[in-house]
C-alpha cells in the first residue's frame, strides 16, 4: 500500500528544485509545525547518493533519523528513493508555468496509523509550500 500527498507550490521549478534539495533550505521547511526543528541535514541529491534528515521536538523529548539512498534523481522531475528500512518513496515535480504540482507516495511504517503518516506528509508539504513561496 502506498499513501500519496500532493501540493500545488507557486513559484518556477528550478526554484522548487533548488529548495528542495539544497541542505540549508530543507533544515528550514522540513517540519510539521514550529515545534519541530531539523538538527542535522545532509543531502546528496543524485542516484546513488544518501540523505539523512535528524528531526525532533525542539524540546528535545523526540527525535528520529529519516534516512536512505536515491534510488533515481531527475533534477526538476523525480526523486525515488529507499529509506534504511527497506520502505520506497517517489517524488513527482510537475511544472506549469509559474506553478509545481507535487506529489510525493510512499509505503508507510508498520505498526504506525496511516493517517497520522499521511497527515505529517501533507504538513511538511504545506511547510514546503509557505517556504518555497516566500523565499
Known sequence: ??????????????????????????????????????TLVENDARTGGRFLFRMGLKDGSLSFDHTGTYTQVIPQQLIAYTLNDGRQSTISFAPDAETVLITESFEPEAGQPADMQLHFCKAVLSNFKNYAEIH
Open 1 to 38: 500500500m502506498m499513501l500519496t500527498a500532493t501540493i500545488s507550490v507557486n513559484a518556477p521549478i528550478q526554484k522548487v528544485w533548488e529548495i528542495w534539495t539544497n541542505p540549508q533550505h530543507i533544515s528550514q521547511w522540513n517540519n510539521i509545525s514550529a515545534e519541530w526543528q531539523n
